[in-house]
């Protein structure tokens, strides 16, 4: 089921792109349902990234799940929702728009060196490099087929990674809301 009113945003990008600081401000400032997708691994994907260990594709398919069926929920519920959700690679974005119309993606765009940087400048963050490589060489850069992809440039501040969120979601709303 499609709903023309309601919409959900999936913040996409590797760690350290920024998805939740832009995330949570972007709820708050449209008062929109949030759900930060880590939330939603089951118990053993949780041990096993406690434990050092990286996800597979086949750890992963039940936490897609649950985020297919929580942006359905969302959508019933919210004008707006955006869920984070680093969404990596083609066939994850794929599960996640199965059965929800109105889901799209704002990919958090930048290169390693931006993104090396701003997590090593993290006080109290403990950054190995080789996390970031592994993202990156996980990464499928979305194609010009995934038309409900917009990108933005992280490569600017924190504010202005915002506001071009918040304009991009903002040209979906109807002009009441956006007030």
């Known amino acids: ?36 997708g880590d939330f939603l691994h089951p118990r053993s994907n949780i041990m096993k990234m406690a434990d050092g260990v990286a996800l597979n594709d086949d750890d992963r398919a039940p936490w897609l799940a649950a985020l297919n069926d929580a942006a ?5 519920t919210n004008n707006v929702s955006i869920i984070v959700c680093s969404a990596l690679k083609k066939h994850y974005r794929d ?10 993606f704002i990919y958090l765009h930048g290169d390693l060196p931006v ?33 409900d992809v917009m990108a933005v440039d992280i490569n600017q501040p924190l504010e202005g990674v915002i506001a071009d969120t918040l ?10 809301d956006c007030a």
């Open 1 to 36: 089921m499609t709903n023309n009113q309601n919409r959900i945003y999936v913040i996409m990008g590797v760690s350290g792109s920024g998805k939740s600081a832009v995330a949570g401000a972007v709820a708050r400032q449209l008062s929109a349902g949030f759900l930060d």
């Open 72 to 76: 359905f929920a969302m959508q019933r």
């Open 167 to 176: 304009q991009h979601i903002q040209s979906f709303m109807p002009q009441e």
């Open 95 to 104: 599960r996640l728009r199965a059965g929800n119309g109105n889901l799209s």
């Open 115 to 147: 993104i090396e940087a701003r997590l090593s400048a993290r006080k109290g963050h403990f950054f190995k490099p080789q996390m970031l490589v592994s993202q990156f060489d996980a990464l499928e850069q979305p194609g010009i087929d995934e038309s």
